[in-house]
């Protein structure tokens, strides 16, 4: 075959364009950069709650354990029957179901977004609401996702969060810049 200027290669960007770039992802590697990120972050939100709960909890008849870090950060335990903030406290069930929705609608845009970075933010705030989630849901005593949500990072001038309160409010700032910047949809990029 002749290696002029075919039809087909005309169509088809060249490696290492803007387009090519912007939707060379594969849908098995959109879904495992979103579910790897999302599970790092689930993992490590978990694991350090185990870890605050273990050795920051206060025991029935006395008061919990701080440690000093450095500057104002310390780890404190605390639990949150709320959102973030300790606001809307007591709403934990209602929060949750929001929390799902909000899930849902993040995999719908996962599945139509064309760059790397915005899938791989978008699993870190899944993660962090999964993390947050799998806290009302597994330690509700008072019916499905009334649970408290652990909280132990305390900055003493900031309210008390945990790693996946992080991880949304740092992905979502981070995916709402980047995402306003990106292409989306199937269409390809125009060039520059």
């Known amino acids: 075959m002749p290696e002029s200027g075919s039809a087909h290669s005309a169509m088809e960007p060249e490696p290492g364009t803007p387009a090519e770039r912007g939707s060379s992802m594969s849908t098995a590697q959109r879904w495992i950069t979103l579910a790897s990120a999302a599970v790092l972050v689930v993992a490590a939100d978990q694991l350090s709650k185990m870890w605050a709960v273990k050795q920051l909890a206060p025991p029935p008849d006395g008061a919990g354990r701080v440690v000093e870090v450095v500057g104002s950060l310390r780890f404190a335990y605390a639990e949150n029957t709320g959102m973030a903030f300790s606001q809307g406290s007591e709403s934990g069930r209602w929060i949750g179901l929001v929390v799902?929705?909000?899930?849902?609608?993040m995999l719908f845009f996962a599945s139509?977004?064309?760059?790397?970075?915005?899938?791989?933010?978008?699993?870190?705030?899944?993660?962090?609401?999964?993390?947050?989630?799998?806290?009302?849901?597994?330690?509700?005593?008072?019916?499905?996702?009334?649970?408290?949500?652990?909280?132990?990072?305390?900055?003493?001038?900031?309210?008390?969060?945990?790693?996946?309160?992080?991880?949304?409010?740092?992905?979502?700032?981070?995916?709402?810049?980047?995402?306003?910047?990106?292409p989306t949809g199937s269409e390809p990029d125009s060039g520059d």
């Open 112 to 182: 139509r977004v064309r760059s790397r970075l915005t899938v791989l933010l978008l699993g870190v705030v899944i993660g962090g609401a999964l993390g947050n989630l799998i806290d009302r849901a597994l330690r509700a005593t008072d019916g499905w996702l009334s649970g408290p949500v652990v909280d132990f990072v305390d900055l003493q001038w900031w309210p008390v969060f945990n790693i996946a309160d992080a991880a949304v409010v740092v992905g979502g700032v981070f995916l709402v810049f980047v995402a306003t910047r990106e």
């Open 100 to 105: 799902i929705a909000v899930i849902g609608a």
